[in-house]
């Protein structure tokens, strides 16, 4: 397929990683980085002028979150990922996988509701602020809607099969443009699916920790069963990269069981990573509110511990009364 609609020279030397990660500028996505760092560096220090801290785990989650999307997005991987399924695969997997869990735990969204100015609607002097148009939005239908399960896990799926295994994918590489929506939609979708599972900002979906588990693993196996199909193919699949051009020389069939291979692989990434945020926040959770109950029983005098108490001693003068009689 040609790919001379994109602007670039596809007659690429063979892939090398140094060659990779050559800086290449791609400048929506280059805008779009300097922009969410800008953000959020400005919510940061907006806080702390104001005397708030903010946890530097998270401001160091976020920056790395935004790198890796520049790493696949503002490099010649982007170019090499054009004409290699393997590449592609790889940028794929970082931008709908790794990056939006590294930026879901920078918690942008706590951050935004904490920076944000305030209306004045309250006082009759003005109508809502930033604040209060992003609460009313993280409560809205819409909202609702696109971070319940039936709607992220069946999404999270499709995003590979229908797109990958119809005539869209070649549709959508046949553009830069068309290329550019699909990587946002793979960002778009990785956010969307990991965010109510994450629990870190607030959100309309908020399940226990076990079904967030649940959540997690009803959508991980179909990225390895989907590496698996490439990987056991018998010829190439994909109209964009059946016909590799000549300089890289590299086979069109051995490149997709590569790009198989490291989808099978990844699936497993996420899955550890947000497993381990997960045990992190349930054992934080479960000391945030036996700390609440220390604190209730210092301020009832341990009413509930006594009653308790009583009630035992309760049954056990009933259970000696037959006998003394």
Known sequence: MD????????????????????????????????????????????????????PVMRTVSFVVGVLTVALVMCTKLNDYGMVMFSVHMVQHMVISMLSPILLLLGAP???????LPA???????????????????L???????????????????????????????DFLMESKPGHIAMMVHFLAVGLVFFWPIM?????????????RMLE?????????????????????????????????????????????????????????LVLIALVFQWYRSEQR???RADRVADRDGDKELNAYNAYLASLQAKSREPAER
């Open 199 to 211: 629990g870190v900002d607030p959100g309309p979906h908020r399940p226990g920790y076990v079904m």
């Open 289 to 291: 509110a036996g700390r």
């Open 139 to 169: 409560h809205s239908r819409y909202v609702r809607i696109i971070t319940h399960p039936a709607f992220t896990i069946p999404l999270f799926i499709a995003s590979l099969y229908a797109l990958y295994f119809t005539p869209l994918f």
């Open 216 to 272: 997690l693993f009803a959508g991980m196996p179909f990225h390895a069963f989907f590496g698996i199909a490439l990987m056991m193919a018998s010829e190439p699949m994909i109209g964009t990269y059946k016909n590799p051009p000549d300089s890289l020389g590299i086979d069109a069939l051995s490149d997709q069981n590569a790009a198989g291979g490291i989808a099978w692989a990844f699936s497993e990434i996420p899955s550890v």
């Open 109 to 115: 969204v706590t951050l935004a509701l904490r920076a």
């Open 119 to 137: 209306g004045r609607a309250r006082s009759g002097r003005g109508g809502p602020g930033p604040r209060e148009v992003l609460v009313a939005l």
């Open 3 to 54: 790919h001379g609609g994109h602007g670039m020279d596809m007659n690429l030397p063979p892939f090398t990683l140094a060659r990779g990660l050559e800086f290449s500028g791609e400048p929506f996505f280059l805008i779009g980085c300097v922009l969410g760092l800008a953000l959020y560096g400005w919510g940061a220090m907006r806080l702390h002028r104001r005397g708030d801290g903010w």
